[in-house]
C-alpha cells in the first residue's frame, strides 16, 4: 500500500476548474463536429471558408485535446498519476491546432482580435495543466 499527501485546497479547485474547462473544450468540439448547413450558413463567409478547408487531423486532433484534457481532469480529481501523461498528449494535440491556425493558415479566425483572447487561454491552460500534474505528482499528491 502506498502513502500519499493530502493535496492543497487550491488543488481540487484547480481540478474542478480544469474539469469545467474542458468540458466546455467537448461542448465546441461537438458544436463544429456535428454543425448543421444552416449555422454554417450564418457564420462569415471567411469563417466558413476556413472551417470548410480544415484538414480531417485537425478535428482529431480537437477531439483528443478536449476529450484528453477532460479525462486527465477527472485523473486528477481521482488523484491518479496518469493524468501527467494524459495531459501531456492533450498539450501536444492543442500545440498541432496552435501551429495550423498560426503557421498554416493565412488569416485564421483564432487569432482574430475576437479569437485571440482563446488562442493564447488554450494552449497556457494547457501547459499549467502539464505543470500542476507533474508537481501534483513530485509531491504525492496524486500517485
Request: aromatic content about 14%; glycine content about 6%; charged content about 10%.
Given at each position: ?38 449555422a454554417m ?97 513530485a509531491k504525492?499528491?496524486?500517485?
Amino acid at each position: 500500500m502506498s502513502t500519499s499527501t493530502k493535496p492543497p485546497v487550491w488543488f481540487w479547485i484547480v481540478a474542478v476548474v480544469a474539469l469545467l474547462w474542458n468540458a466546455l473544450g467537448i461542448m465546441a468540439y461537438l458544436m463544429r463536429a456535428y454543425m448543421t448547413d444552416e449555422a454554417m450558413a450564418a457564420l462569415p463567409q471567411e469563417q466558413q471558408v476556413y472551417l470548410q478547408n480544415q484538414p480531417a487531423w485537425y478535428m482529431g486532433v480537437f477531439a483528443l485535446a478536449v476529450f484528453g484534457g477532460t479525462l486527465g481532469s477527472l485523473l486528477l480529481l481521482l488523484r491518479k498519476a496518469l493524468a501527467y501523461w494524459v495531459f501531456v498528449v492533450s498539450l501536444v494535440c492543442v500545440v498541432a491546432q496552435w501551429s495550423y491556425d498560426m503557421f498554416m493558415v493565412e488569416n485564421s479566425p483564432a487569432f482574430e482580435s475576437s479569437g485571440m483572447a482563446m488562442a493564447i487561454m488554450i494552449p497556457l491552460f494547457s501547459v499549467a495543466l502539464v505543470f500542476i500534474s507533474r508537481t501534483a505528482k513530485a509531491k504525492g499528491w496524486i500517485g
